[in-house]
C-alpha cells in the first residue's frame, strides 16, 4: 500500500471509530432552534443563531481546535496557522420548520437510522461532518501546506451579512467548499438576480397586464422578454420567486415617479446560465417595461460562480467523492446558491447525493446516518488533498 493510500485509510478508519460521537454533536446542533430572529448585544441574528454558533465552537474545541468568534456573526475552528488556508465554509442557521412535521422539528429525532429535523441536512450535519473530516486531518499529526478552517455561517438563509463581516476582517481562502448543495463536485453555479417590475397604483391595470403576460401566464424561461437564454453545460435560464409587494413614496430613484406617488412592484429570480451579462439580461427586460409605462430595477445579483473542470481544486474534491463513493465524480453546475455566489475561492460540494431532491427546508427534513458518516469521509480526504496543494 503506497502512502497516499496509507494516508486516506487512516482518515476514513477515524471517521469510522468517531461515528457514534458525529451522531450525537449533529443532534445536539439540531436541537437548536437557530431561525433568525431579532438581534440582541452579541447576537445579530437573534439568540437561537447564537446558541447554535456558541454550540458548533464548543463541540470544535471540546474536539481539541481552536476557535474564533466573530462578534456573534460568523465563527470558525482552525488546524494550522497561516494566511493562505483551505476552508469548508457551511452553516447554523435554518429556514423557520413551518408545519407538517411528524416529530418536533427541533428535537433531534433518530429512526431506523434516520436523523430527523430542521438544519439537519442544510446545513448542521453537514458542517458538523466536515469538522469531523478536520479531525481525522488533525489526527495525522502531519504537516500540512495550508492550515485548514471549518467556517460556521449564520446568515447564510437570509442574507450573507455573515459573510460580509467575515471578509471585512480577514482574506478569502485559496481554496474551499461549501457542504450545502450536491454531489458530485459543483465546478460552476448560475447566476442569480432579482428583478423588480414597478408601476403605480393609478395604473394598475397596465402593472398586472404586463406582469401578466409577461411573467404570471408566460413560461418560466423568459421567453416572451427575450431573455430565453440557453447554454450546453447549464441549461435554460429559470424564473422563480415572484413576490408582488407595495412600495411608499420618496427618494425612491426610480426614474420619473415623483415623492407623492404610491408604487406597485412585482420581484421574479432569475438563475441564468453562465457566459451571459446580467446587463444583456436586463435590457430587454428595461425596454419592455418601460414601453408600457413601467420601470424595470435589478434589486440584487450574484454573478455566475465558475471554475475549471480540471483545475486542481476541482480534480481534487472529485478524486475524494470517487475514492469513498466509488460513484461517477465528473463535476457539475447547478441551479442553485449557495456562499460560493460571494465568497472567492470555493465552490459547492455535496451534502446530498444523486437522486436525493427536496429534503431541506420541507417537512421533515431528514438525513441518514450512512449519508453523514460517507460526507465526513468525503470531506476528510477532500480537506487533507486542499490543504496539500
Known amino acids: ?21 458525529l451522531v450525537e454533536h449533529v443532534r445536539q446542533m439540531v436541537r437548536i432552534d437557530s431561525v433568525e430572529r431579532e438581534a440582541r448585544d452579541g ?9 447554535a454558533l456558541d454550540q458548533a465552537l464548543s463541540i470544535s474545541r471540546e474536539m481539541g ?4 468568534n466573530m462578534d456573534g456573526y460568523i465563527g470558525y475552528a482552525f488546524h494550522g496557522r497561516g494566511e493562505d488556508y483551505v476552508c469548508a465554509m457551511g452553516h447554523v442557521d435554518v429556514v423557520p420548520a413551518g408545519e407538517g412535521w411528524r416529530e418536533p422539528p427541533f428535537g433531534g429525532h433518530m429512526e431506523n437510522g434516520v436523523i430527523y429535523g430542521r438544519g439537519v441536512l442544510d446545513n448542521k450535519g453537514p458542517v458538523i461532518a466536515c469538522l469531523y473530516g478536520l479531525a481525522a486531518v488533525k489526527s495525522l499529526g502531519l504537516t500540512l501546506r495550508h492550515p485548514a478552517r471549518i467556517i460556521f455561517g449564520c446568515d447564510e438563509e437570509t442574507g450573507f451579512e455573515d459573510l460580509r463581516y467575515y471578509l ?22 448560475r447566476g442569480r438576480a432579482v428583478v423588480r417590475i414597478i408601476g403605480t397604483r393609478e395604473c394598475l391595470g397596465t402593472f398586472f ?38 412600495e411608499p413614496g420618496g427618494n425612491t430613484g426610480h426614474g420619473n415617479y415623483t415623492d407623492t406617488e404610491n408604487l406597485v412592484s412585482f420581484d421574479a429570480t432569475l438563475s441564468y446560465p ?16 418601460e414601453g408600457c409605462g413601467l420601470k424595470a430595477k435589478l434589486v440584487q445579483n450574484y454573478d455566475p460562480v465558475v471554475f475549471a473542470r480540471n483545475s486542481p481544486m476541482v480534480k481534487a474534491m472529485q478524486d475524494s467523492y470517487e475514492r469513498v ?42 438525513m441518514t446516518v450512512d449519508d453523514l458518516v460517507t460526507n465526513a469521509k468525503i470531506y476528510a480526504l477532500a480537506l487533507y488533498r486542499l490543504a496539500q496543494l
Open 325 to 366: 463513493t466509488g460513484m461517477d465524480g465528473t463535476p457539475v453546475t447547478t441551479t442553485g446558491g449557495t456562499y460560493a455566489k460571494a465568497m472567492p475561492g470555493i465552490v459547492p460540494f455535496g451534502p446530498s447525493f444523486p437522486g436525493q431532491k427536496g429534503i431541506s427546508h420541507n417537512p421533515n427534513e431528514w
Open 168 to 189: 471585512s476582517k480577514e482574506k478569502p481562502p485559496v481554496y474551499g467548499f461549501t457542504p450545502d448543495c450536491k454531489y458530485p463536485v459543483v465546478y460552476s453555479e
Open 209 to 246: 397586464g404586463f406582469v401578466n403576460k409577461y411573467f404570471i401566464g408566460a413560461g418560466n424561461t423568459g421567453d416572451r422578454l427575450g431573455i430565453d437564454y440557453y447554454h450546453e453545460e447549464y441549461g435554460m435560464m429559470e424564473m422563480r420567486g415572484y413576490r408582488l409587494g407595495l
Open 43 to 51: 447576537a445579530p441574528f437573534g439568540p437561537g443563531v447564537k446558541e
Open 65 to 68: 481546535f481552536e476557535t474564533v
Open 1 to 21: 500500500m503506497n502512502e497516499q493510500n496509507q494516508i486516506d485509510r487512516k482518515l476514513l478508519d477515524y471517521i469510522d471509530e468517531n461515528r457514534d460521537r
Open 274 to 289: 453562465g457566459g451571459i451579462a446580467i446587463q444583456d439580461i436586463m435590457k430587454p427586460i428595461t425596454e419592455k417595461a
